[in-house]
């Protein structure tokens, strides 16, 4: 139908030259209203930020001293389409004591340990007494978040913590059984649409952290069918522009009205 409609606009480009650069505005009208239509078909990635500003942020951000009860915000992912590839994650902390933190993400069935009492090990059991970080979590970053080095408030790329053992009694100093990467806890879920969560606890008492924001990037692959619709709508765009060039083609020889007296 599509192209229906554009074949009546080249005929009158050929029998009227006075308005042969209709047929390019309804063109190029039209291959822009079809990308629009396309793109969330090849929608793949999801990014958000959460703060004080949200809805539902709870008790100002404030964690809960000494209390493995903890503090706990809750995000509803929607428009992704395809199975997992990546997840970063960014965390704003002020005031506290970081090596005090024990931070997850959850979406589903996967899980991913942020923060294990970063600093602790077997020579420091306090970890690190920084207050605050404003840091990037993700997978390609050189450095685990745990062995930060401590003394300042950190603000590059780490890798997240992915000690998955118990916060006090756990042996902190090597990677935990658990996921030591976000892609191992995320990567290949079906979806990532649903709801995710991040969990802070500080399980030692004295010295209070605060969560100012926190956000998430989710990047995923289209689902085949996808893929498909894609291609077919990109060779059928790839028609109406040579179908378009072969009738402009052929109108070219006549003379411009504006010319002929
Ligand atoms: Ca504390």
Redesign the pocket.
């Known amino acids: 139908m599509l192209i229906h409609l554009f074949d009546n606009n080249s005929t009158s480009t050929i029998n009227n030259m006075t308005t042969s650069k209709e047929p390019m505005k309804s063109a190029t009208l039209l291959i822009g209203l079809l990308l629009l239509a396309l793109a969330p078909l090849a929608r793949a990635d999801f990014s958000g930020a959460f703060g004080p500003s949200s809805p539902g942020w709870q008790n100002g951000g404030v964690i809960p001293?000494?209390s493995f009860v903890g503090w706990s915000d809750t995000r509803a992912v929607s428009g992704l389409a395809g199975a997992i590839t990546d997840v970063t994650v960014t965390l704003n902390l002020s005031g506290?004591?970081n090596g005090?933190l024990y931070a997850y993400l959850t979406h589903g069935d996967g899980f991913a340990v942020l923060l294990n009492r970063v600093g602790r090990s077997g020579t420091s059991g306090l970890g690190y007494g920084d207050a605050g970080m404003n840091v990037t979590l993700d997978d390609t970053a050189s450095m685990n978040i745990h062995n930060y080095g401590g003394g300042f408030v950190p603000t590059l790329s780490y890798q997240s913590d992915g000690r998955n053992v118990n916060p006090v009694t756990g042996n902190l100093t090597p990677l935990g059984s658990g996921p030591a990467t976000l892609s191992a806890a995320f990567g290949g879920m079906t979806t990532g649409n649903g709801n995710w969560t991040l969990f802070v606890a500080?399980v030692?008492?004295?010295?209070?952290s605060t969560v100012t924001s926190w956000g998430l990037e989710i990047a995923a692959v289209p689902e085949p069918a996808s893929l498909i619709e894609g291609s077919v709508a990109v060779l059928f765009l790839g028609g109406v522009v040579w179908l378009y060039r072969r009738k402009a083609a052929k109108a070219q020889p006549l003379p411009a009205a504006g010319i002929v007296s």
């Open positions: 001293d000494g506290g004591w005090d500080d030692s008492g004295g010295d209070v």
